[in-house]
């Protein structure tokens, strides 16, 4: 799985291990600070969510442009990550106000938008070499993974930053507090919500006995807090740089643009002419038109998915599934099925034997801490993101084996047919979540009382959803960016790894529409049913075009 890969790959990959870290971190709580500090509605919070994703995700076009046209890749990833750093201490501020969020969400997008497209365009590049062509699949699958291992420990530090500055504030964290103590600041709060929120001010401590000064505390305090769990990203960028500095060597070579190998005298292998130019293009834009509806759906994750695992899902667990609410326990489970791959991969006696212990190991340590946990666990809404992360680094290994055996015995789908079927099984996962909204009241139905549910569900449904989604993501995302550095015509990689991550940002942006049915009357299953609706029809127009799309590949 990881040999015939150029080394360059894997300081690429760690490079952009530790920048994702910081974005998912952010992210994490992205959403509940807006509300908790600013006391927004979800449509509202919904917007900036969705423009800020859009813009770290349809800036990489301009990262591409310069990067093919002046900078070079290299240069432009670097400076990229020194604006990020700058976005992101401007978001650890506490105290901040609306202008300051909105210049450091700018800041952080234009930064991503110079980095993002173009350390893959880097990856990308190494295997232009003929030695390494037919491992770009599967190399993009593992820099993927290695995107995920950043994002699997983000939301747990995300929830340790801010646990621990409220702690300090004699205070903890319960989802609904801040809509309550908005609302009471406000003067809008319910007769039911007053004595409500005078119940929670209980369980806060003895030193509350004021309503008023009470509300104020707890916004300032978790607000403060989600500012110092931002800065979190700051530590990963300065990480992520010295990675990239120091590994340079290993992929410097891949670092030219077309004007850079023509100025060197480097022709390329492949000579498209206008027409197959033209159909690569038409293929790419084919593809980034589908997408655009996958990751609207995918990345409710950070949004509505964050809202029902706040206000429809238990706030705790028991069973087996407080294994998966420690991160460090994904983390050996992990570790343990790479070991168990590496035993039958391993040529040699002596790494056989060193999996086996690796895998006894791992399995040894789930199984005491397991036994040390309390039979029921807290849980914060955040904590779930921690799943699609866990779920890509844990499914990678076999995703590779799979389609590794497809590809000998001459079976393995075209890149196209991936995403396609990558769009079906996103419906699936979306269903999870219709079925098991049947029966509870709309968003729009419990505002004024915390705006959490009576009816909570089992924590698995949301688990059993994120699972789903990620068996889909890995069908279309590191294919997706792999069939872009294949077929995207050479003196336009730049620019097309841009399109491909600007119909990421239309994508992103339409997350907001989906927050906006959110607040509507209509029942809550209808509003996954809309998304289910929009990866089917995606994947009906993407298979009645598959035809040209497997053309424009060979």
């Known amino acids: 799985m990881f040999k015939n890969h150029p080394k360059g790959l894997y300081a690429l ?273 084919l593809v980034f038109a589908v997408v655009i509806f996958f990751w609207m759906s995918f990345h409710q994750n950070g949004l509505t998915m964050t809202y029902f695992a706040r206000d429809y899902t238990q706030s705790f667990v028991d069973g087996w599934t407080r294994i998966g609410m420690d991160v460090l326990n994904l983390a050996l489970i992990c570790v343990g099925i790479y070991a168990l791959f590496s035993i039958f991969q391993s040529e040699k006696l002596r790494g056989k034997l060193i999996s086996v212990a690796v895998l006894a190991g791992a399995a040894g340590l789930v199984a005491w801490r397991y036994g040390l946990m309390d039979t029921t666990i807290k849980i914060e809404p955040q904590i779930f993101q921690q799943f699609n992360p866990f779920f890509v680094v844990a499914l990678t290994p076999f995703s590779i084996a799979i389609f590794g055996w497809l590809e000998k015995i001459k079976k393995e789908p075209s890149t196209p047919r991936k995403i396609g079927y990558g769009m079906l099984v996103a419906a699936a996962g979306f269903a999870i979540l219709a079925v098991a909204s049947f029966g509870l009241k709309s968003p729009a139905e419990l505002k004024g009382v915390g705006g959490v549910s009576d009816i909570l569900l089992n924590p698995n449904w949301l688990i059993s959803t994120y699972l789903t989604l990620t068996f889909a993501e890995l069908l279309l995302s590191p294919m997706g960016i792999s069939f872009v550095t294949k077929v995207a015509p050479p003196k336009y990689k730049g620019l097309m790894m841009g399109g491909w991550f600007a119909a990421t940002a239309v994508g992103n942006y339409l997350t907001s529409v989906i927050a906006a049915i959110w607040e509507s009357s209509i029942p809550l299953w209808m509003v996954w049913g809309v998304l289910i609706i929009c990866c089917l029809l995606s994947a009906v127009f993407l298979f009645s075009m598959m035809k040209h799309l497997e053309k424009a590949t060979k």
């Not at 992210?27 to 509940?32: H, K, P």
């Not at 003929?130 to 420990?153: E, H, Q, T």
């Open 13 to 285: 990959a760690l490079a952009n291990t530790g920048e994702r870290f910081g974005y998912y971190t952010m992210l994490a709580i992205f959403v509940l600070f807006i509300q908790a500090k600013f006391g927004l509605s979800a449509t509202v919070t919904g917007q900036i969510f969705g423009i800020f994703l859009g813009l770290v995700y349809f800036l990489p076009v301009i990262g591409g442009l310069i990067a093919d046209n002046w900078w070079g890749y290299g240069k432009t990833v670097t400076v990229g990550i020194v604006v990020m750093f700058l976005g992101y201490l401007l978001m650890a501020i506490p105290g901040m106000g609306m202008p300051v969020l909105i210049g450091a969400l700018f800041i952080i997008a234009l930064g991503t938008g110079l980095f993002k497209g173009n350390l893959q365009v880097l990856v990308g590049n190494l295997y232009d070499d003929p030695k390494y062509r037919s491992r770009r699949d599967p190399g993009f699958s593992l820099f993927y993974m290695a995107i995920n291992i950043g994002a699997m420990f983000a939301p747990r530090a995300a929830t340790e930053v801010v646990n621990f500055f409220m702690g300090k504030a004699g205070l903890h964290y319960v989802a609904d507090i801040p809509a309550l103590a908005h609302q009471f600041i406000g003067g809008t709060i319910t007769t039911e919500g007053t004595a409500k929120l005078t119940n929670l001010m209980a369980g806060q401590g003895a030193q509350f006995t004021d309503l008023a000064n009470f509300s104020q505390q707890y916004i300032d305090n978790l607000s403060a807090s989600y500012n110092y769990g931002f800065g979190v990203a700051c530590i990963s960028l300065i990480v992520s740089m010295l990675i990239y500095l120091f590994s340079k060597k290993l992929f410097k070579h891949a670092d030219f643009n077309a004007k850079q190998k023509t100025a060197a005298g480097v022709v390329e292998e492949v000579e498209l002419t206008a027409k197959q130019t033209k159909e690569r293009i038409v293929a790419l834009g």
